[in-house]
């Protein structure tokens, strides 16, 4: 199967890896709490496309970004520095996929790195969440 550069999505090859990884499950406090929408249970990670990164010459090896947002329990539980935590974690985990056998028919990650910092970031309802970016180096 040949792949072109805009099969090489950044969130279709981090999402299934996050969702899959025994470190995020256990950071998050259980499966099923990684997707690209902010969704209960709490905390939960999104996963989704992030507004920067470098799409090069749109011929090979790009470095788009992605965003992670880890949310909290509406109730505000648990805390900021928990929900930090468990954020790096989930970055963590993301940093190991290029060490990762590669899938056949899957785009080649070959690194991936923060594009920037954490930021806590409440929704207006006060709902917790903290923000960060990763850049995320592939090609087809």
């Known amino acids: 199967m040949s792949l072109d550069l805009a099969s090489a999505d950044p969130v279709s090859a981090l999402l299934p890896w996050l969702q899959q990884h025994p470190a995020v499950a256990a950071a998050l406090g259980g499966p099923d709490r990684v997707s690209g929408i902010a969704e209960a249970p709490w905390p939960h990670l999104r996963v989704t496309h992030g507004p920067g990164g470098d799409l090069r010459t749109l011929t090979w090896a790009t470095e788009p970004e ?75």
């Open 66 to 140: 992605i965003t992670l947002e880890v949310y909290g329990d509406p109730g505000g539980w648990p805390g900021q520095a928990e929900l930090r935590h468990i954020l790096l974690t989930c970055a963590t985990a993301a940093a190991e996929l290029p060490e990762a056998p590669h899938r056949a028919g899957q785009p080649v990650v070959s690194g991936v790195r923060p594009s920037g910092t954490l930021v806590w970031s409440p929704l207006v309802d006060g709902q917790p969440r903290w923000v960060m970016g990763l850049l995320v180096c592939m090609h087809p």
